[in-house]
């Protein structure tokens, strides 16, 4: 059983050697970290989607140290156990600078010359990703992509839309509940049952946040030919969160040389609750291993 009834919001528990923290933010806002380490140069950041945290990895995060990655899970600004106005941020490029720094003071724990650092965004986190990679190449030797938010395919009131819009214009801290639920994250009995008893997973979110993340995902597209690190873009078919031929044209653009696709048949679009990841897990681990 990967759901803990005493711990919710975790999926799995943390191994012995893991560890939690806070790093804090230029203006003092503190971010909540976990981390995995290992005896690992090879260092990855996951980085999760819209409304979820870090206690929705913790499973992978074992996995992925146990196969020989040292591992960093960040919970976004306003989001999981962060601080910051829960389901709101000001400027879009508040959480580009966010893990730019998050980047930085992991990698200045891990000096050894042989150190390569890697960054993973699910969904949402696919859109930070991009930024981060176009913006920031410096600090990483890869991207990785999880169902990156390239396309929507959830169905928007008209009223709603007009009602985000007009209110982020104006910079409205108004909350909003967009569309879908655990129907389209997961098929996973168990990880439903996580989700719907979690008082971490951020579900109403403030129409200035709204857009701000409208305006970043326009972006995407345009960023990708910038982006000439080595990349692996995953895709799952069962996804009902995002268009996987969105994340194909991400692929499709991107600048780097080497680049790598992968489709997964079976799976959802929370794929971190998946009850066998076995696949996803694997092949992260020998991408980023065989560079």
């Not at 709603?160 to 994250?185: D, K, Y």
């Not at 971490?200 to 345009?222: E, G, P």
Request: net charge negative; aromatic share 10%.
């Amino acid at each position: 059983m990967l759901y803990q009834v005493n711990a919710p919001g975790d999926w799995g528990t943390m191994q012995a050697q893991s560890a939690t923290e806070t790093l804090n933010m230029a203006d003092g806002c503190k971010l909540f970290l976990r981390s995995w380490p290992t005896e690992s140069q090879q260092v990855l950041l996951l980085m999760h989607g819209l409304g979820a945290h870090s206690g929705w990895f913790i499973d992978m995060g074992n996995t992925l140290a146990t196969l020989g990655l040292t591992v960093y899970a960040v919970d976004h600004r306003g989001f999981g156990r962060s601080e910051g106005l829960p389901g709101h941020v000001e400027r879009f490029s508040t959480y580009v600078e966010d893990l730019a720094t998050v980047v930085k003071t992991i990698r200045a724990r891990h000096i050894a010359q042989d150190t390569r650092f890697f960054i993973l965004g699910h969904s949402m986190g696919g859109i930070f990703a991009t930024y981060l990679a176009a913006q920031h190449s410096d600090l990483l030797d890869g991207v990785l992509f999880l169902n990156p938010w390239v396309q929507d395919s959830a169905q928007v009131p008209l009223g709603m839309t007009l009602g985000i819009f007009g209110g982020g214009l104006a910079h409205s801290q108004r909350r909003w509940r967009t569309p879908g639920g655990v129907e389209g994250m997961t098929t996973n009995p168990e990880a439903v049952t996580m989700l719907n008893a979690d008082p971490y997973w951020r579900r109403d979110l403030t129409a200035n946040f709204l857009l701000q993340i409208f305006r970043m995902r326009l972006q995407v597209l345009k960023l990708a030919p910038r982006i000439t690190l080595p990349a692996l873009v995953m895709q799952v078919d069962q996804d009902k969160s995002v268009v996987p031929a969105g994340s194909r044209k991400l692929y499709e653009a991107l600048g780097s040389s080497n680049k790598t696709w992968k489709s997964y048949p079976d799976y959802a679009h929370d794929t971190e609750l998946e009850a066998d990841r076995t696949n996803l897990d694997r092949d992260i681990v020998e991408w980023i291993q065989n560079l």
